[in-house]
């Protein structure tokens, strides 16, 4: 299983962009890198998947080099309410189990 | 999207007792669900994985005859803690995987306190 490495935390203030880049240098051929949003006392929340180069949805991007060693979530114009925790994981398909590492503690600041 | 709910969301138990946990994926079929746990300020850790029909797959260090899960159909897991001690309060999370694919969801939590 590929061991994913972020900083333990961040700080931003509202209306910028942020950027967290998660190293994952034993990432398999046919891993997919996932990121998720933890508030406190809930369940993680899937924020944003993919395999490689560039990947966009409506809360954020997925910047992922031609190695696959590392990806970069970008957090457009945050708000209050990004503040939480960040988790990079990568992991297989079907029964392949999904590893937590430290996570990304992200504070925004008004 | 694909909802996963737990229930109950928090419990309070006597320590010597068991508690049940379920977790149920509301509007697809999961083949595999896993289990954490998360302490404060931590991250989650992963307990043991389940598929249904067969026994479930436990982390090292985690204990299965005091973590017993069973996953009897295709949107229900249950964990049951016994003989539950103070030291197994903690945050308890379920995630479910839809059956060939790499989406995995996460339920809300439950909130176990062991007096």
């Known amino acids: 299983l590929a061991k994913t490495t972020q900083p333990i935390s961040m700080d931003s203030y509202e209306g910028q962009e942020v950027n967290i880049t998660c190293s994952h240098n034993?990432?398999?051929?046919?891993?997919?890198i996932t990121w998720y949003q933890q508030f406190p006392s809930q369940g993680p929340r899937f924020i944003i998947q993919g395999y490689k180069t560039k990947v966009t949805n409506e809360v954020a991007s997925l910047f992922i080099p031609a190695d696959r060693k590392s990806s970069t979530l970008s957090l457009p114009r945050v708000s209050l309410s990004d503040t939480a925790v960040y988790y990079c994981?990568?992991?297989?398909?079907?029964?392949?189990?999904?590893?937590f590492g430290t996570g990304t503690r992200l504070q925004v600041f008004p | 999207g694909a909802v996963v709910s737990q229930h109950p969301s928090r419990v309070i138990c006597k320590s010597g007792t068991s508690v049940k946990i379920e977790c149920r994926s509301l509007?697809?079929?999961?083949?595999?669900m896993f289990w954490y746990r998360q302490f404060p300020k931590q991250s989650l850790m992963l307990m043991a994985t389940?598929?249904?029909?067969?026994?479930?797959?436990?982390e090292q260090g985690v204990e299965k005859d005091k973590f017993l899960i069973n996953h009897a159909s295709l949107t229900l897991s249950t964990l049951t803690v016994t003989s539950a001690h103070p030291e197994d309060s903690s945050f308890y999370i379920c995630s479910a995987r839809l059956a060939a694919s790499y989406e995995q969801y996460f339920g809300p939590g439950t909130r176990l306190t062991v007096t």
């Open positions: 389940s598929n249904e029909g067969s026994k479930a797959t436990y």
């Open positions: 509007d697809f079929q999961a083949t595999t």
């Open positions: 994981l990568v992991g297989g398909y079907n029964t392949d189990k999904l590893i």
């Open positions: 034993n990432i398999a051929t046919n891993d997919y």
